[in-house]
């Protein structure tokens, strides 16, 4: 199917999905949504209005509404919470994973989490209050609470009682094991649901389980549960606290997807959009003022840097030449730079250096600085002599560049470190503040050795 063919596709499924919200058939629209693709969700759902959504979500049932938001990203999810009711939300919420509860209700105003968490099962509000007070790029940011744990005192029998009983609750629950706890709900050990199956019915639970399983904190770092998760091929891992007590499950899949999110947020940080995220369905005022922060300051520090350039603006009046050179010079070392923030920003997600590594970082990035500094001197170097036929200008051009790449990579590496230690997002600042420093630089070196060796200034 052609891209256009898609495009009237969708318009046509816009179309007749508002038809239907016009009729209000309920029955028809969960039919409809349930045979649309997965990928085409998220785009209908975009491009209703705030009245549609509304409409929409208070016609589905909550199971479907609930199942509805599973599939949407954060964001969308979010933005759609926000049109309805507290009450309304509440029901949606009720019938999501425990972990996806937290996160959006993380995403509210206090006050609206509240009045969200006042209309919510008492039960499913507990478990969102308890999982919301753990960090998000911990286990405990991203575990949930729907698992299934027993005393170790208990026999077969017990467990499969329990299950028969409980069965509607528990069809929500991703189980593949069962947890083993003692009396302070420390964990002990996990039993697997075939051997439960198979094992006599008066056989204690402690005889089958296999004690001492793996598992995590819930303060262990994503990155770190994204090693163990590539060194032991398992679902998920049993999630405890301080003492050892069993809080939680995180999942395989939960772990990459944060990490997915939290790249994606980096990234939008990196390209100056504060806060890390933003939909063109947010408020027009608030994705304006999200941008123009940085906008604003990154036009205050390129002042600063033209600046260097008014105080050679003789320099300049004599060797036009050189204003072909500024920006090539300006862009490399940008483009340098930030290479080297991509890198810190990596080891220091991966925990691999800290502020205190300040000087072994700068050190390694001399080293590459060096090489590619003289390779690329030497390329816009010679470039600069044969064009305008002045060697004096090909060999300032070159040094600028390759002093200006080491100075770059120097300052990309270790940029991100020293706005940790000052406790500023690395993400957010480096690139405005990398922006000016090599800019400054590199207007610097040129003009200031044309200025000093070209016309003996």
Same mark, same amino acid.
């Given at each position: 199917?052609?891209?256009?063919?898609?495009?009237?596709?969708?318009?046509?499924?816009?179309?007749?999905?508002?038809?239907?919200?016009?009729?209000?058939?309920?029955?028809?629209?969960?039919?409809?949504?349930?045979?649309?693709?997965?990928?085409?969700?998220?785009?209908? @759902?975009?491009?209703?209005?705030?009245?549609?959504?509304?409409?929409?979500?208070?016609?589905?049932?909550?199971?479907?509404?609930?199942?509805?938001?599973?599939?949407?990203?954060?964001?969308?999810?979010?933005?759609?919470?926000?049109?309805?009711?507290?009450?309304?939300?509440?029901?949606?919420?009720?019938?999501?994973?425990?972990?996806?509860?937290?996160?959006?209700?993380?995403?509210?105003?206090?006050?609206?989490?509240?009045?969200? @968490?006042?209309?919510?099962?008492?039960?499913?509000?507990?478990?969102?209050?308890?999982?919301?007070?753990?960090?998000?790029?911990?286990?405990?940011?991203?575990?949930?609470?729907?698992?299934?744990?027993?005393?170790?005192?208990?026999?077969?029998?017990?467990?499969?009682?329990?299950?028969?009983?409980?069965?509607?609750?528990?069809?929500?629950?991703?189980?593949?094991?069962?947890?083993?706890?003692?009396?302070?709900?420390?964990?002990?050990?996990?039993?697997?649901?075939?051997?439960?199956?198979?094992?006599?019915?008066?056989?204690?639970?402690?005889? =089958?389980?296999?004690?001492?399983?793996?598992?995590?904190?819930?303060?262990?770092?994503?990155?770190? =549960?994204?090693?163990?998760?590539?060194?032991?091929?398992?679902?998920?891992?049993?999630?405890?606290?301080?003492?050892?007590?069993?809080?939680?499950?995180?999942?395989?899949?939960?772990?990459?997807?944060?990490?997915?999110?939290?790249?994606?947020?980096?990234?939008?940080?990196?390209?100056?959009?504060?806060?890390?995220?933003?939909?063109?369905?947010?408020?027009?005022?608030?994705?304006?003022?999200?941008? @123009?922060?940085?906008?604003?300051?990154?036009?205050?520090?390129?002042?600063?840097?033209?600046?260097?350039?008014?105080?050679?603006?003789?320099?300049?009046?004599?060797?036009?030449?050189?204003?072909?050179?500024?920006?090539?010079?300006?862009?490399?070392?940008?483009?340098?730079?930030?290479?080297?923030?991509?890198?810190?920003?990596?080891?220091?997600?991966?925990?691999?250096?800290?502020?205190?590594?300040?000087?072994?970082?700068?050190?390694?990035?001399?080293?590459?600085?060096?090489?590619?500094?003289?390779?690329?001197?030497?390329?816009?170097?010679?470039?600069?002599?044969?064009?305008?036929?002045?060697?004096?200008?090909?060999?300032?051009?070159?040094?600028?560049?390759?002093?200006?790449?080491?100075?770059?990579?120097?300052?990309?590496?270790?940029?991100?470190?020293?706005?940790?230690?000052?406790?500023?997002?690395?993400?957010?600042?480096?690139?405005?503040?990398?922006?000016?420093?090599?800019?400054?630089?590199?207007?610097?070196?040129? =003009?200031?050795?044309?200025?000093?060796?070209?016309?003996?200034?």
């Amino acid at each position: 199917m052609t891209a256009q063919a898609q495009d009237h596709l969708l318009e046509e499924h816009l179309d007749h999905l508002r038809q239907l919200l016009r009729e209000g058939a309920a029955e028809a629209i969960e039919e409809y949504l349930d045979r649309l693709p997965p990928g085409e969700v998220p785009w209908l @759902l975009d491009h209703l209005s705030d009245e549609e959504q509304e409409q929409l979500f208070q016609l589905l049932s909550p199971e479907e509404g609930s199942e509805l938001l599973e599939g949407l990203s954060e964001e969308q999810a979010s933005e759609l919470l926000d049109n309805l009711s507290p009450s309304e939300a509440a029901h949606l919420l009720n019938h999501l994973p425990s972990d996806e509860q937290a996160d959006l209700l993380g995403r509210m105003s206090e006050a609206r989490a509240a009045a969200v @968490l006042e209309h919510m099962d008492p039960e499913e509000a507990a478990d969102a209050r308890r999982l919301s007070q753990y960090a998000p790029d911990t286990a405990g940011g991203v575990m949930i609470s729907e698992y299934l744990a027993y005393p170790d005192h208990w026999r077969v029998g017990d467990v499969l009682e329990d299950l028969r009983e409980n069965r509607q609750r528990y069809l929500k629950y991703d189980v593949q094991y069962t947890y083993v706890v003692d009396q302070q709900q420390r964990l002990v050990g996990v039993l697997r649901l075939r051997d439960l199956v198979l094992a006599d019915l008066e056989a204690p639970i402690r005889e =089958l389980m296999i004690p001492d399983p793996i598992r995590v904190t819930t303060d262990t770092p994503l990155q770190e =549960l994204r090693d163990l998760f590539h060194q032991h091929p398992l679902r998920g891992f049993p999630v405890v606290d301080a003492q050892g007590r069993l809080v939680g499950v995180v999942r395989h899949e939960d772990v990459e997807e944060a990490l997915e999110q939290a790249a994606q947020r980096t990234l939008m940080k990196l390209t100056g959009i504060l806060g890390g995220e933003e939909l063109r369905s947010m408020p027009l005022r608030l994705r304006s003022l999200r941008r @123009l922060f940085l906008l604003s300051t990154n036009l205050m520090m390129d002042l600063v840097a033209a600046s260097v350039i008014a105080v050679f603006e003789g320099t300049l009046s004599q060797l036009v030449a050189l204003a072909v050179f500024l920006p090539i010079i300006s862009d490399m070392g940008g483009n340098a730079g930030f290479q080297a923030v991509a890198v810190s920003m990596r080891e220091l997600a991966l925990g691999l250096i800290r502020p205190g590594d300040l000087l072994r970082v700068a050190w390694k990035e001399v080293q590459v600085g060096v090489l590619n500094g003289l390779s690329l001197g030497v390329l816009v170097g010679a470039i600069a002599w044969v064009w305008k036929g002045y060697p004096a200008l090909g060999v300032i051009v070159g040094i600028a560049m390759a002093l200006n790449t080491v100075v770059a990579v120097v300052l990309g590496g270790t940029v991100p470190l020293l706005l940790r230690r000052l406790r500023v997002d690395p993400a957010l600042a480096s690139g405005p503040v990398l922006t000016t420093l090599t800019d400054m630089c590199g207007f610097f070196l040129i =003009l200031w050795m044309a200025s000093r060796f070209l016309l003996g200034g």
